[in-house]
């Protein structure tokens, strides 16, 4: 298959072969509810997953409406909170009832908070999916939200955020999104902070469960070695045995809006001192929504400036000059907003060395474009590693609830391989220059001379 396939809210089946003589399916209930798997040859395992389209940036603070379609947004730290708390008990299960009914059959499970959804997955053994329904359908419906739990896993969120900034790396990560995209709530941190995670109230984050986890709001996805009409069936039971009326009619929630919004930078510099080893730099610009059809443009580019050992970050600043050992570039793309940045991890006498090299790269990106052996290399690394990352019943099931939840397209392997191959050197180069003409915002967590990494960002 080498189209691009849409997921009309409106249409209640579909189906279709994708690469590798996959069949994926999609069924929208009369309530909303969307169930989507992928049938994959040869698979004796299912990756299954739970999705909700409610991320840190539906929270309440800042400017939360911007592209947001939840009637009732989240106060802050309760999209967090609640990740943690469905796994702490049901009217029929304890929390220990739900671990155990993963490990006892050697499967995995867990959650993610992202900045534009919630995703609770497991992966089993095939023969356990209707186990990891029945349990994960409980979880998400019915979770007790217990008032003691959730003062226990208060604790816990306050530790996990504590364990964040003891990483130097994941602190300029969120200080640099909070610098490039400013007052935007994607600025914001998804795990919440210690502030907001101390401040929440069971009462507020109640009200958040029973707002957004609705049966219009829910998208199933899975992947492996799956039946559709059998998963639709075990996935109905298990929503209607926890309670939830699937005979009242509804429409799936709409999707966010795509218009990019205007981004009020941040801060340009943004210094963290902290008494370790290496300053760890990270600088960027706003980039591209998730819905630019120049998305794929944007991955070519990244790849041939700090994608890989053969990138031009890679080779200038470790290769070279050995001047830092992790040294990479990476775009981040949302509904409405996104960002292009840069990274290296250097001792503190070489830190102001490597951001100024790192720059020089971007901006040579921009001035001269690109060479035809650099983007053949860039379209070969894509393509291969897209193919090595199909192997996994992982990323399937993410690819069809992200398709879902996000841009309502699917791509498949060939349609992607297709855009690919029609990216042009002058389509790399007017990217780059347009990344170029951004705000550029840089952060250091670490120790470095501050005065110089002002005279870089005044440069740029």
Not at 297 to 316: D, P
Request: hydrophobic fraction near 40%.
């Amino acid at each position: 298959m080498n189209s691009v396939i849409s997921f009309p809210l409106d249409q209640p089946e579909l189906s279709f072969v994708a690469t590798g003589d996959s069949l994926v399916r999609r069924t929208v209930l009369p309530c909303g509810v969307r169930i989507l798997s992928e049938r994959v040859p040869g698979a004796r395992s299912v990756t299954l997953g739970y999705w909700v389209a409610v991320g840190s940036r539906d929270e309440i603070g800042a400017e939360a409406s911007h592209g947001s379609t939840l009637a009732h947004p989240a106060s802050l730290g309760s999209t967090h909170f609640l990740e943690h708390l469905l796994f702490k008990g049901t009217p029929t299960r304890t929390a220990f009832d739900i671990a155990t009914s993963f490990d006892s059959v050697g499967g995995e499970h867990n959650a993610v908070t992202a900045k534009e959804y919630t995703c609770y997955y497991a992966k089993i053994r095939d023969n356990d999916l209707s186990m990891a329904i029945d349990v994960m359908g409980d979880m998400l419906t019915s979770s007790l939200i217990d008032a003691d739990e959730f003062e226990t896993e208060r604790d816990v969120i306050l530790e996990e955020i504590a364990m964040a900034e003891d990483d130097p790396a994941d602190v300029a990560q969120e200080r640099f999104f909070e610098a490039v995209l400013g007052e935007h709530p994607l600025g914001r941190p998804i795990g919440g902070s210690p502030e907001t995670i101390r401040g929440a109230t069971r009462d507020a984050v109640v009200s958040h469960y029973r707002a957004n986890y609705r049966p219009n709001d829910l998208v199933v996805t899975a992947a492996g070695s799956i039946d559709h009409e059998d998963f639709v069936l075990q996935v109905v039971k298990g929503l209607e045995a926890a309670g939830w009326d699937l005979t009242v009619s509804a429409s799936p929630v709409s999707r966010r809006l795509t218009a990019p919004a205007e981004i009020r930078q941040g801060q340009a510099l943004t210094v963290v001192e902290r008494p370790i080893e290496q300053a760890n730099i990270m600088m960027g610009v706003p980039g591209i929504v998730s819905s630019d059809d120049r998305r794929v443009v944007q991955s070519v580019l990244n790849s041939i400036l700090g994608g890989g050992m053969s990138s031009r970050l890679f080779q200038e600043i470790r290769e070279k000059r050995g001047l830092a050992y992790s040294v990479f570039s990476f775009g981040a793309s949302f509904s409405d907003a996104g960002v292009f940045g840069l990274y290296a991890g250097a001792s503190p006498s070489k830190a102001v060395d490597v951001a100024e090299l790192m720059l020089a790269e971007f901006y040579k990106l921009a001035d001269d474009g690109v060479t035809p052996i650099e983007l053949s290399r860039a379209k070969g690394q894509l393509a291969g590693s897209s193919a090595l990352a199909l192997e996994d019943t992982d990323t399937r099931m993410s690819r069809l609830g992200r398709s879902e939840i996000g841009s309502g397209e699917f791509y498949d392997y060939d349609a992607s391989l297709e855009l690919l191959e029609k990216v042009t050197i002058e389509e790399v180069q007017a990217l780059a220059i347009e990344l170029a003409r951004g705000q550029l915002s840089l952060v250091s967590v670490g120790q470095a001379d501050s005065a110089a990494l002002s005279r870089i960002v005044g440069r740029g």
